[in-house]
C-alpha cells in the first residue's frame, strides 16, 4: 500500500518557476517507477514526467522537456518535480502517481500502468 500526498502548488506569473513534491508513505516507495500527471480543465490527464525506481532514467513529454526535471529521493520517500519557464498551457492539476509493479524496469508511460494516485495539487500560471 502506498499514499501518495503533493504539495506545493499555487500561482505564479509566467516565466516562473515551481517545485511540486509528492510525498509517499509505504515501505515499497523505493521499489516503485513514478510519474507526474497533469490535468487541464476539459482535457485528459496526460503523463508528463516519469522515473525508474532507481532514479536513473527519465521520460518528459515534449510539451515540458527541457523545462521540467522530475527527481527521487527513495530515502526520504519523496518525489519532486522542478518547474521552470512556466506557461499559462501548464495551468492543471498535478497529480503523482506510483507504479503497479515492484522494481519494473524501466520508465512507465501509461496510466494504467500506475496503481496508486495523490489528490493532486493545483498549478495556476497568470499571464
Known amino acids: 500500500q502506498v499514499q501518495l500526498v503533493e504539495s506545493g502548488g499555487g500561482l505564479v506569473q509566467a516565466g516562473g518557476s515551481l517545485t511540486l513534491s509528492c510525498a509517499a508513505s509505504?515501505?515499497?516507495?523505493?521499489?516503485?517507477?513514478m510519474g507526474w500527471f497533469r490535468q487541464a480543465p476539459g482535457k485528459e490527464r496526460d503523463l508528463i514526467a516519469a522515473i525508474t525506481w532507481s532514479g536513473a532514467t527519465t521520460h518528459y513529454a515534449d510539451s515540458v522537456k527541457g523545462r521540467f526535471t522530475i527527481s527521487r529521493d527513495n530515502a526520504k520517500n519523496t518525489v519532486a518535480l522542478q518547474m521552470n519557464s512556466l506557461t499559462p498551457e501548464d495551468t492543471a492539476v498535478y497529480y503523482c502517481?506510483?507504479?503497479?509493479?515492484?522494481?519494473?524496469?524501466?520508465?512507465?508511460?501509461?496510466?494504467?500502468?500506475?496503481?496508486?494516485w495523490g489528490q493532486g495539487t493545483q498549478v495556476t500560471v497568470s499571464s
Open positions: 502517481a506510483a507504479g503497479s509493479a515492484l522494481l519494473r524496469a524501466g520508465v512507465l508511460t501509461a496510466s494504467n500502468e500506475y496503481h496508486y
Open positions: 509505504g515501505r515499497t516507495f523505493g521499489l516503485r517507477a
